[in-house]
Every structure is written in structure tokens, then in C-alpha cells.
């Protein structure tokens, strides 16, 4: 356990506080190793501590792959979401073995299609209307996007870093692997974003204005801090 997890936003730790295990720390010690952590049974800590990526990467595209599973968008090929999301699930119940052979490169290119086929559905109505988000690998650090109508784009991968979004359209984007440590999100509304994760949101700076998707939370630091925009 982090002895400073409660202060890595003041402390400056923004990279840390936007990561996400996805539940893979309980998965792996609580069902793969039955409850036996690393510190009561070192002999496993080298093999856990193996598993435990492997896990914890596949847990994440079991989250997007059932984000795709509830849009009504993807109903024609639910059935096949379904399967894939099956077919992880069951990787990540595995051996320790079995699963520190995973070739996740192969499940990631399978993924990959369907979460780009599933937002391309969902993102139906986007539009070519800021220049600069079109422009493939352009990077967005520190950018003004504020005031602006972005729904039904994507910023997918993008570094967003810092990158200015208050009072923004920005419903059905999608945010899959976007960074925005330290965007601005005040009273943006990102109501339906896709493959947004709480991890992101934390990283980033928002109020209680900000509409976020429903399955998300508010972070708290957007309630109590109050930040300079």
C-alpha cells in the first residue's frame, strides 16, 4: 500500500493518481491466489507480481469491451462482443501459468477492432469540425478547446495535457488511452463519453458543474479544491 496515496495530487504525482488496476489486484489475490498476498507468502511475490500485469491489462479491456455491450448502437454485434468478453474473462481465471503466457498483443488487436468498430456506430453523427483534432498524431497539449461543440469526436491516444475544455460539448467523444493530467473540465459536459475511466478524470481538473457518464463518480478534488483554471 502507497503510504502517500492520500497526498499524491499535492504532492505533484499526477501519473499516479491516473492509473487504474481495473480490479486485477483483487482478481489475481483474491481468486488466483485464494486470498494469499506477497507478504504472508513471499515464495509467490516474483510470480504474482508477473500475473499481475498480465491481469490487470486484461481486465481493462474487459471494462471496454462490456462499455461497447451496453450502447444500443452495437446491438447488431452484441453477440460477438459477448463471446469476446467471455473468452477474457476466462483468461484471467487461469492458472498463473497459463495466464503469464497470454499473448496479449493477440487479444489486443482483436479488441482493438471491435472498440473502433463499436465507437465508429456509436459516434455516428461526428463531424470534421475542428481542424486541428484531424490532423493524425497532433498532439494537444495545453490546447484551448474551450466554449467549443466536440461532441461525437474522438480523442483517442491523444496527450492532452493541460488542455483547456471548460464549458465544452463534449458528449459521445471517445477517450479511450487520451491523457488529460491536468485538462480543464469545468463545467464541460462529457455526459456518454466512451472508454472515459475514473483514473482519467482524477488526473484531470473539473466542479460540480461538469457533467460526467453516469457510471462514473465525481472525483472529490473537484468538490474540495478550489483550483485556478
Known amino acids: ?33 485464494a486470498g494469499n498476498d506477497w507478504r504472508t507468502h513471499p515464495s509467490t511475490s516474483e510470480e504474482m507480481f508477473r500475473v499481475f500485469p498480465v491481469v490487470q491489462q486484461l481486465q481493462e479491456m474487459m471494462v471496454y469491451v462490456n462499455q461497447c455491450m451496453q450502447l444500443e448502437e452495437t446491438a447488431p454485434f452484441h453477440k460477438q462482443l459477448g463471446e469476446l468478453y467471455d473468452t477474457i474473462r476466462t483468461q484471467t481465471l487461469q492458472s498463473p501459468e497459463e495466464i503469464m503466457s497470454t499473448d496479449i498483443a493477440h487479444y489486443r488487436t482483436e479488441v482493438s477492432g471491435w472498440l473502433n468498430r463499436s465507437s465508429d456506430a456509436y459516434r455516428t453523427q461526428k463531424k470534421k469540425r475542428n481542424v486541428l483534432l484531424h490532423k493524425k498524431g497532433t498532439d494537444c497539449i495545453e490546447v484551448n478547446f474551450s466554449n467549443q461543440d466536440l461532441s461525437h469526436e474522438s480523442f483517442r491516444g491523444r496527450l492532452m495535457i493541460a488542455a483547456n475544455f471548460t464549458y465544452s460539448d ?16 469545468h463545467g464541460a459536459n462529457l455526459s456518454g463519453a466512451l472508454f472515459l475511466t475514473l483514473a482519467q478524470l482524477n488526473s484531470a481538473k473539473g466542479d460540480a458543474n461538469t457533467i460526467i457518464p453516469e457510471h462514473l463518480q465525481v472525483p472529490d478534488h473537484w468538490l474540495t479544491h478550489k483550483e485556478r483554471w
Do not use: N, P
Request: charged content about 25%.
Open 170 to 185: 463534449l458528449r459521445r467523444c471517445d477517450f479511450l488511452g487520451a491523457d488529460v493530467r491536468g485538462a480543464k473540465f
Open 1 to 33: 500500500m502507497c503510504k502517500v496515496h492520500d497526498q499524491l495530487r499535492e504532492r505533484g504525482f499526477h501519473g499516479c493518481v491516473s492509473y487504474e488496476c481495473f480490479g486485477a489486484g483483487q482478481k489475481v489475490s483474491q481468486l488466483i491466489y
